[in-house]
């Protein structure tokens, strides 16, 4: 049974270039979250996704955003790059309302130059 | 504001207990989880707690006090492998995570 997917494992953009990142959840989960966690610091919660819909979103700019298939599989957009938005994202999956559940991908590391 | 503090950096020796403190103020609980980070890895699920009191699992074991915001891990007969960050994190009213800078251990033989 896979776990958490995420794609690539590691990309470098430069200031104001676009990127997108993509998450395959744990198999049988239909809830996927995306975390950004800067160099020591902790996950900071950006959006969730739940039947396709962004159901939560912390405190992030309009320049993230997201998407989820029928799949639940699930990518994250950033537009407008800038050298802060560098940091590890990180994808989780579980089931809907069961955050005890929630399993981590690896990560993708992004370096914005 | 919501809020977790947790010490930035600890140091024990293999074989001894340490524990690991955390404190939060959050818009609601809805429980507290610990999660085990090693560098450049994602971060792994070790306890949850949303009733006071300690849970125990093998090593580790958790503690939370509601009313105090407070909760502690406690790891046992440390081991090298144990070297890694510890983060914990709450879950507020929107059962959104709000997480701590976690807590880097450092084992010595």
């Known amino acids: 049974d896979a776990g958490v997917t995420q794609s690539p494992t590691h990309l470098i953009k430069t200031r104001g270039q676009q990127v997108t990142l993509r998450c395959s959840p744990k198999?049988?989960?239909?809830?996927v979250s995306w975390y950004q966690q800067a160099l020591g610091q902790g996950p900071q919660f950006i959006f969730q996704?739940?039947?396709?819909?962004?159901?939560q979103r912390g405190n992030f700019p309009d320049r993230f955003s997201g998407h989820q298939f029928p799949n639940y599989s699930s990518e994250l957009n950033v537009n407008a790059l800038l050298l802060g938005d560098s940091a590890l994202y990180l994808c989780?999956?579980?089931?809907?309302?069961?955050?005890?559940?929630?399993?981590f991908g690896p990560g993708t590391r992004l370096t914005v130059l | 504001g919501q809020n977790i503090d947790q010490p930035t950096e600890m140091t024990a020796t293999e074989g001894a207990i340490v524990q690991i403190n955390c404190t939060y103020q959050?818009?609601?609980?809805?429980?507290l989880f610990w999660y085990q980070q090693h560098a450049g890895e994602a971060p792994t699920f070790l306890s949850y707690?949303?009733l006071d009191g300690l849970e125990e699992k093998g090593r580790f074991s958790s503690f939370l006090s509601r009313s105090k915001g407070y909760s502690y891990l406690l790891l046992k007969e440390l081991q090298m492998k144990d070297s890694a960050s510890y983060l914990c994190?709450?879950?507020?009213?929107?059962?959104?995570?709000?997480w701590g800078a976690g807590t880097k251990l450092i084992i010595k033989p």
């Open positions: 989780a999956s579980s089931l809907m309302g069961d955050l005890r559940e929630q399993f």
């Open positions: 198999s049988g989960h239909d809830t």
């Open positions: 996704y739940y039947e396709e819909e962004e159901r």
């Open positions: 959050t818009s609601g609980f809805n429980g």
């Open positions: 707690n949303v």
């Open positions: 994190a709450v879950s507020d009213s929107n059962y959104q995570l709000i």
